[in-house]
Structure formats: structure tokens, C-alpha cells
């Protein structure tokens, strides 16, 4: 369903592009590339630098490669449009310090830590906190979440939204090992780890 027409005429004034690509390699590894775009749709001065319409105020892509336990084993950034060229580019912190993390266990938390802030780049770091979605999109249909964790732990998907909440129909329906029937009005069974 579309959302509802607008109330009133409007002019469109800034476009943010935000997409997500997953790629299996041929070594079993897997790519996820993230890409930011932003653009304005009138001339845009930015302190002397005039931006045209359509030029990118901001154009950064990230790329983490991972195993199929969703473990980082690589980060790659680029800055191709900042708004103060030079500057955003030169104070990018080292973003491979994710390498060893893993996208499925407390990835997002470590994310704010490390990157909040003054400490790096904001659209860097919304890219990054939303690998563990994209990468969870990729996977699916082709990796098993059996071969993703160890032992008896709960799909991560589970219990992160309404549909997929431990007591609804649907993992009653779908994945009925980790059906937990509502007790007493009582929600949710895990704790929100990411």
C-alpha cells in the first residue's frame, strides 16, 4: 500500500539514497556494500563551494565482507562526496577496527561506541549499523541458520519485531522450536542484543 497523497502541492528539495547490495564470493565469503547518496535539487552552497542540482553533497560507500557466521573479516570505506572536501576525508577514523566483530552480537552497540559522535562519520556509521539487516537479506535462502550459529541459539531475527515476537502466530506457525507461548500479558522472552 502507497503511502496517502499529499495534503498540499510541494516542491522536492533533497534526495537520500541509501542501498544495499550482497554478493557471494567464490572463496565462501560474502560482500555487503552499503551506498549513501545525498542530493539537492536547487543550486546548494556549501560555505563557497556551490553544489548544482543533482551533484552528490555526500556519496560514501562501505563494503564489509564477512563468513557465513556473519564474522567481519574486512572493511572497506570511500568518501567519493563530502561537503568539506579535504577535511571529512582526512579526520575518517579507522573504520577496520570492526574487523573481528561479528554483524549478529552487539555489532550496532559497538558501532556507537567506537564511532559517536566527534569520534566518526555519522553516514559512515548509519551505513554500518545496518549491515546486520542487509547481510541477514542476503543470506537468506542461501545460507541455513543452522550453519550460521552454534548450537541452540535463536534465529536473530526472531524477536526483533511484532510479526516475529516469540509468542506470535507466525513463529508459532514457522518455527515452532522457539514458539514461547504469551504468559499473563507478558511480551517477549529475549533481550534486544544489537
Same mark, same amino acid.
Given at each position: 500500500?502507497?503511502?496517502?497523497?499529499?495534503?498540499?502541492?510541494?516542491?522536492?528539495?533533497?534526495?537520500?539514497?541509501?542501498?544495499?547490495? @550482497? +554478493?557471494?564470493?567464490?572463496?565462501?565469503?560474502?560482500?555487503?556494500?552499503?551506498?549513501?547518496?545525498? $542530493?539537492?535539487?536547487?543550486?546548494?552552497?556549501?560555505?563557497?563551494?556551490?553544489?548544482?542540482? @543533482?551533484? =552528490?553533497?555526500?556519496?560514501?560507500?562501505?563494503?564489509?565482507?564477512?563468513?557465513?557466521?556473519?564474522?567481519?573479516?574486512? %572493511?572497506?570505506?570511500?568518501?567519493?562526496?563530502?561537503?568539506?572536501?579535504? $577535511?571529512?576525508?582526512?579526520?575518517?577514523?579507522?573504520?577496520?577496527?570492526?574487523? @573481528?566483530?561479528?554483524?549478529?552480537?552487539? +555489532?550496532?552497540?559497538?558501532?556507537?561506541?567506537?564511532?559517536?559522535?566527534?569520534? @566518526?562519520?555519522?553516514?559512515?556509521?548509519?551505513?554500518?549499523? =545496518?549491515?546486520?539487516?542487509?547481510? +541477514?537479506?542476503?543470506?537468506?535462502?542461501?545460507?541455513?541458520?543452522?550453519?550460521?550459529?552454534?548450537?541452540?541459539?535463536?534465529?536473530?531475527?526472531?524477536?526483533?519485531?511484532? =510479526?516475529?515476537?516469540?509468542?506470535?502466530?507466525? %513463529?508459532?506457525?514457522?518455527?515452532?522450536?522457539?514458539?514461547?507461548?504469551?504468559?499473563?500479558?507478558?511480551?517477549?522472552?529475549?533481550?534486544?542484543?544489537?
Amino acid at each position: 500500500m502507497p503511502l496517502p497523497p499529499p495534503t498540499n502541492e510541494r516542491t522536492r528539495i533533497h534526495q537520500r539514497s541509501m542501498t544495499f547490495q @550482497g +554478493f557471494r564470493r567464490t572463496d565462501d565469503l560474502w560482500d555487503i556494500e552499503g551506498r549513501l547518496v545525498d $542530493t539537492k535539487d536547487q543550486p546548494f552552497d556549501i560555505q563557497g563551494d556551490l553544489r548544482m542540482p @543533482g551533484d =552528490a553533497v555526500h556519496d560514501i560507500s562501505v563494503r564489509v565482507t564477512i563468513d557465513h557466521r556473519m564474522n567481519v573479516l574486512d %572493511v572497506a570505506v570511500c568518501a567519493d562526496a563530502t561537503p568539506f572536501p579535504g $577535511t571529512c576525508a582526512a579526520q575518517m577514523p579507522d573504520y577496520r577496527e570492526v574487523v @573481528g566483530l561479528n554483524l549478529f552480537k552487539g +555489532f550496532v552497540k559497538e558501532v556507537k561506541n567506537r564511532y559517536g559522535g566527534t569520534q @566518526g562519520c555519522t553516514h559512515v556509521s548509519e551505513l554500518l549499523m =545496518a549491515m546486520p539487516t542487509a547481510a +541477514f537479506q542476503a543470506f537468506a535462502g542461501q545460507v541455513k541458520h543452522e550453519d550460521r550459529v552454534d548450537g541452540n541459539q535463536v534465529p536473530f531475527h526472531l524477536d526483533r519485531c511484532h =510479526a516475529l515476537s516469540l509468542d506470535s502466530d507466525v %513463529v508459532q506457525r514457522s518455527y515452532p522450536r522457539w514458539y514461547r507461548a504469551q504468559k499473563d500479558g507478558q511480551e517477549g522472552t529475549l533481550p534486544v542484543t544489537s
